[in-house]
Structure formats: structure tokens, C-alpha cells
């Protein structure tokens, strides 16, 4: 993974963050929760060390909602749009892959592949929901 800094921004502009380094996974989410939240079949995620992340303008603007404890999805008051997702019990900060655009997007598996409504046979690992390191079954689907 290449690592260097990696700007983002809002959909309006108003909110502004960069983050540092490399990230310390990247995949793609099946849930209902991102399917929802990003409007989408499926979400790009990148996982970074929260120390990394820096809101460099519109910090006022962000705001933040809690569906559950697991995840404190963020978002622009002014415009709406998404910014990240923190995972306090991982102890990480999904930044959205598309929300920075400059980063060579490379993932490396398939999480709540059990949830799916879009098949995506890419050769990657599809766990039916996380991994066991992050609290999950640690069991893997056929594509």
C-alpha cells in the first residue's frame, strides 16, 4: 500500500480532512446498514488508526449519527454529505474509498457478504459477516 497523505472532502466542500500513512485495510461492505447509509449495493471502506485522520477545515460542520454503538456514522450539517464512519470497538475510522480519491483502492475482502443483494465474484474472501479478529463468526462464503 502506498503511503503518503490523502486529502477528502464534503460534497459541498464545507468540511475538509486529510489522513496519513497507509491504511490498515480496505474491502467491501454487504451490510444493510452501508447499503442504506451510502445508497448503494455495496460500500468501499478504508480502515485507518484514527490518529491519522485530521479534519483540516469545516470541523463545526461535521455532524454525527449513532444507529448503533458500533458505528458513528459522519456527515456534513450543511450539505449532507458522508465523510466516515467510526468503530470505536475496533478502534479504527472507515474513511469511504470514494472520499479519497487519490488512493489507490486495492481491497482485500468481502465483509457481511451474508447480507449481499449484489454478487461480486472477484476472487476475494466473503465472510458472512467480520472476521474473527474484529469480533466476528470467521466464516467465509463461496462467491
Not at 31 to 59: H, K, M, Q, Y
Request: hydrophobic share 30%; with cysteine; aromatic share 10%.
Amino acid at each position: 500500500m502506498n503511503r503518503s497523505t490523502y486529502k477528502g472532502q464534503c460534497f459541498c466542500g464545507s468540511v475538509k480532512f486529510e489522513v496519513s500513512g497507509g491504511p490498515e485495510g480496505m474491502g467491501y461492505c454487504h451490510c444493510e446498514s452501508c447499503r442504506s447509509w451510502s445508497a448503494a449495493p455495496v460500500n468501499g471502506f478504508t480502515l485507518w488508526n484514527p490518529d491519522s485522520l485530521t479534519i483540516t477545515e469545516g470541523a463545526e460542520h461535521v455532524g454525527e449519527y449513532h444507529k448503533t454503538e458500533n458505528s458513528h456514522r459522519k456527515f456534513c450539517t450543511r450539505c449532507g454529505g458522508h465523510l466516515m464512519t467510526d468503530h470505536p470497538g475496533m478502534g479504527l475510522v472507515d474513511i469511504f474509498s470514494a472520499m479519497l480519491p487519490d488512493l489507490d483502492f486495492e481491497p482485500g475482502l468481502h465483509v457481511h457478504y451474508g447480507e449481499k443483494v449484489l454478487s461480486i465474484p472477484d476472487g476475494l474472501p466473503k465472510f458472512a459477516d467480520l472476521p474473527g479478529d474484529f469480533g466476528g463468526s470467521d466464516q467465509q462464503l463461496p462467491e
